[in-house]
């Protein structure tokens, strides 16, 4: 049993990397919907929209800012508690640090090859302005676990696991985190913290569980 949280650069493949895993692990899967539906619980609807903000309440940082910190926090370490659990993007990695029973993975790939993917995904004729999206893109994650958390987005140093895209498929790089992540559940407990150990409010777990209820019905 374990955690398994995928960092990933816009254009990298990272969530199909991420969905990929946790099919295979048979890991449930939380992303920035699940999340903004328990956080919606909270009164804290527009979260989604404010994160995705090259300039949003970070660079403010007001009351109601630091709330919603808090509350992501709470939600993510609510969501790692339930176990077996994938969780995409919104700078998992930096709050599970440390937990000897989840793995941290980076998906990443060069600026071009991401800019490139993009334009043909999302039907972009000009490639400039699919570089600016990108470019955008990398700039609000960069900022959002920076200012937050206190770290540098893009520092290998903050992972178990990076995997270039560029390089790799994606079915080979779902089955290394896949391999890491069995490594970890077969590895002896050291005493260190483990996510089962984490405290979750009864009111907060049952949004959880109601969350990943709808997910699956979806």
Same mark, same amino acid.
């Given at each position: 049993?374990?955690?398994?949280t995928?960092?990933?650069?816009?254009?990298?493949?990272?969530?199909?990397?991420?969905?990929k $895993?946790?099919?295979?692990? /048979? +890991? !449930?899967?939380?992303?920035?919907?699940?999340?903004?539906e328990?956080?919606?619980? @909270?009164?804290?609807v527009?979260?989604? =929209?404010? @994160?995705?903000?090259? !300039?949003?309440?970070?660079? #403010?940082?007001?009351? !109601?800012?630091? %709330?919603?910190?808090?509350?992501?926090?709470?939600?993510?370490?609510?969501?790692?508690?339930?176990?077996?659990?994938?969780i995409?993007?919104?700078?998992?990695?930096?709050?599970?640090?440390?937990?000897?029973?989840?793995?941290?993975?980076?998906?990443?790939?060069?600026?071009?090859?991401?800019?490139?993917?993009?334009?043909?995904?999302d039907? @972009?004729?000009?490639? %400039? =302005? %699919?570089?600016? +999206?990108?470019? =955008?893109?990398?700039?609000?994650?960069?900022?959002?676990?920076?200012q937050v #958390?206190?770290?540098?987005?893009g520092?290998?140093?903050?992972?178990?696991?990076?995997v270039?895209?560029? =390089?790799?498929? $994606?079915?080979?790089?779902?089955?290394?985190?896949?391999? $890491?992540?069995?490594?970890?559940e077969?590895r002896?407990?050291a005493? /260190?913290? !483990?996510?089962?150990?984490?405290?979750?409010?009864p009111?907060?777990?049952?949004?959880?569980?109601? %969350?990943?209820?709808?997910?699956?019905e $979806?």
């Amino acid at each position: 049993m374990a955690v398994l949280t995928v960092s990933r650069e816009l254009g990298s493949g990272g969530r199909t990397v991420a969905r990929k $895993a946790a099919e295979i692990l /048979g +890991y !449930r899967f939380a992303d920035k919907k699940l999340l903004g539906e328990i956080l919606g619980e @909270y009164g804290l609807v527009e979260f989604p =929209k404010e @994160y995705e903000e090259s !300039r949003g309440f970070w660079d #403010y940082f007001d009351t !109601r800012g630091e %709330a919603m910190v808090e509350m992501l926090n709470r939600a993510i370490l609510a969501v790692a508690a339930t176990d077996e659990v994938v969780i995409l993007g919104r700078g998992c990695f930096a709050l599970l640090r440390g937990f000897e029973d989840v793995v941290n993975a980076r998906i990443q790939a060069p600026f071009a090859e991401r800019a490139r993917r993009v334009a043909a995904r999302d039907g @972009y004729e000009d490639a %400039a =302005k %699919a570089e600016d +999206y990108v470019r =955008k893109a990398d700039k609000a994650r960069r900022s959002f676990v920076e200012q937050v #958390y206190g770290l540098r987005w893009g520092d290998s140093e903050s992972f178990d696991l990076v995997v270039d895209t560029a =390089k790799v498929d $994606a079915e080979t790089a779902a089955s290394w985190l896949v391999e $890491a992540v069995g490594l970890v559940e077969a590895r002896p407990s050291a005493g /260190g913290r !483990r996510v089962s150990r984490i405290e979750v409010d009864p009111t907060l777990a049952e949004a959880v569980e109601e %969350a990943f209820a709808k997910a699956e019905e $979806a």
